[in-house]
């Protein structure tokens, strides 16, 4: 099997798998326990968390685990609303953010809060102007994606960073989870005040993940309950995931130094390819993330190609993977002025460092013959 969904989620690392079953095995104590088996589950996150906030230039205090993703990004975004909300009411996001920020916005607004959604241009990125244009009095917190999950186009999250930096009072999070390992992101630099990673994109185990929060910042606690992780995110930690995470960034940092040209290699043949099939239009940028190329194939679904390609042993998606059994054109496509047509014959191909330049010629070739296959079939049906 070719496994070409990496931003769906990652085959978790060999290692990880190890670290995760020997934490479970001989850790499964509880962090919070007054024993002193408790308290080597606790020892265990504690090194966990060092290890994390040194590989991403933090503070230790200033991580905050998670569930995943989602949780983080709720966390972020609800916690900052219901904290702050005597400062002001708006929210400014994007147009082309996870379902995990778009829904708790929507929630948001039902509560009285007040959300601008900026649009994108043709390639998927924000303008820095629209950004300044959008603040009032009343902002509170800027959210915006790192690396878009469906096309790979990246946020220009340094000028964002330094405009926000003249805004004291508002606060800027950054969904980092598609971009963590990928495109490197100075927290410090580029004043970022939250940051949410999580672990199964970078090859770690699903149902784990962090929040960045700088020590400046409060958030009101969103899941409440025994206090764990400095009252602000409150359940049993899941040592075994959080010490697998540690393990799964530190190796896919390492990758990344490792195998970083080769993935944009990859990146650049299949772009080279693609755009040689008259058939086809590529809507992920050139200078998007390495590792997510979106196209259409014209005059046949999504959905098709990606079965017909799993028939050849090659595992693709539509859009990301919580919207693409709703069989409704992707929103990320239709913000950057894609016709609806267009945008449900999207097929995204996602990668890691695990991938080859040898499957990258496969998935061509497979590509090739499934498109005649079906063109065959069309043209009969005519
Ligand atoms: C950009 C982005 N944000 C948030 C999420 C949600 O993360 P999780 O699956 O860990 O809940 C995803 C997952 O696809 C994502 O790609």
Same mark, same amino acid.
């Given at each position: ?87 002001g009411?708006h929210?400014i ?42 603040l009032?009095?009343?902002t509170i917190l800027v ?20 405009l926000l930096s003249r805004y004291s009072k508002v606060i800027y ?20 005040d ?12 699903? #149902?784990?993940?962090?929040?960045? /929060?700088?020590?400046?910042?409060? %958030?009101?606690? *969103?899941?409440?309950? @025994? !206090?764990?992780? &400095? ?9 075994? #995931?959080?010490?697998?995470?540690? /393990?799964?960034?530190?190796?896919? %940092?390492?990758? *990344?130094?490792?195998? @970083? !040209?080769?993935? &944009? ?118």
């Open positions: 099997m070719i496994y070409f969904d990496n931003s769906a989620t990652t085959k978790p690392y060999e290692e990880v798998l190890d670290t995760y079953l020997k934490v479970n095995r001989d850790f499964y104590g509880n962090a919070s326990s007054l024993h002193n088996f408790g308290g080597r589950a606790e020892g265990l996150i504690s090194k966990a968390r060092e290890q994390i906030a040194n590989l991403i230039g933090v503070k230790t205090s200033e991580i905050i685990f998670t569930s995943g993703g989602t949780e983080g990004n709720n966390l972020a975004i609800k916690g900052v609303a219901l904290k702050y909300r005597g400062r009411n929210i996001t994007t147009s082309i953010e996870h379902p995990s920020v778009l829904e708790p916005c929507r929630q948001l607004e039902q509560m009285g809060f007040d959300v601008t959604y900026l649009p994108v241009n043709s390639e998927g990125i924000v303008s820095v102007d629209d950004v300044e244009a959008a009032t009095e009343n959210s915006t994606i790192h690396v878009n999950n469906e096309i790979g186009s990246i946020q220009p999250i340094n000028e964002i960073g330094q999070h950054i969904d980092h989870i598609q971009g963590a390992g990928k495109i490197p992101l100075d927290l410090y630099g580029n004043s970022v939250l940051c949410t990673f999580s672990a199964h994109k970078f090859h770690g185990l699903k #149902g784990s993940g962090f929040l960045y /929060k700088n020590q400046g910042v409060r %958030l009101d606690p *969103q899941v409440t309950g @025994g !206090n764990q992780e &400095q009252k602000i995110r409150s359940g049993t930690e899941n040592t075994g #995931g959080i010490v697998a995470m540690a /393990k799964a960034l530190r190796m896919e %940092l390492l990758a *990344q130094k490792e195998k @970083g !040209n080769t993935l &944009q290699q990859i990146s650049e043949f299949l772009f080279y390819e693609l755009m040689k099939l008259p058939q086809i239009i590529i809507h992920s940028p050139r200078n998007g993330a390495p590792h997510i190329v979106n196209f259409s194939v014209i005059g046949h679904k999504g959905e098709v190609i990606v079965h017909a390609l799993e028939e050849e042993g090659i595992i693709v998606s539509t859009t990301s993977a919580c919207s693409s059994k709703e069989n409704t054109p992707s929103s990320t496509l239709l913000a950057l002025g894609v016709n609806e047509d267009i945008a449900k014959s999207a097929v995204r191909v996602s990668l890691s460092y695990e991938n080859t330049m040898d499957e990258a010629q496969q998935f061509m070739k497979a590509l090739h013959e499934v498109l005649e296959r079906l063109n065959k079939v069309m043209r009969r049906k005519k």
